[in-house]
């Protein structure tokens, strides 16, 4: 292997290597996963209203499904995508307009918190249906 390859090969492996990263590449990585996720999650949206063209007994049969609890669990996947991302955003717009720029650690902290909060509070509604 050549030296610039194996140089590169370490570059790529630092990446994923989480021990040393800090809540700021944490944030980073969370809004791009997060955003990723949900435009998937649009387009499979998008898919599956377009099951309403094909009738009434079609779109029942997909209500059945949903309310499986593989698919109230991937609801709460969502909702902790929704849940990430949107604080992870508000926390760059309050910080963007210079509030509380130096406290952006903390505030990270007590968003992802509460959103966790929030998840299992969420997570218990949707699965006493």
């Not at 955003?35 to 009738?55: D, E, K, T």
């Not at 609890?69 to 760059?92: E, K, T």
């Not at 509380?100 to 903390?106: C, E, L, N, P, V």
């Not at 959103?115 to 699965?127: C, D, E, V």
């Amino acid at each position: 292997m050549s030296t610039l390859n194996y140089s590169k090969t370490r570059q790529a492996a630092r990446w994923f290597d989480v021990r040393r990263r800090k809540a700021g590449m944490w944030a980073y990585a969370l809004n791009r996963i997060t955003g990723i996720g949900l435009v998937v999650y649009l387009y499979l949206h998008l898919g599956v209203l377009s099951m309403l063209i094909q009738g009434q007994s079609a779109w029942d049969a997909f209500v059945g499904l949903a309310r499986s609890p593989f698919y109230l669990a991937l609801d709460v996947i969502l909702l902790a995508g929704i849940l990430i991302h949107g604080l992870n955003g508000l926390r760059l717009a309050v910080t963007g307009f210079g509030f509380s720029a130096g406290a952006q650690k903390a505030l990270f902290t007590i968003l992802m918190i509460s959103g966790g909060i929030i998840l299992i509070a969420a997570a218990l509604k949707i699965f006493q249906i």
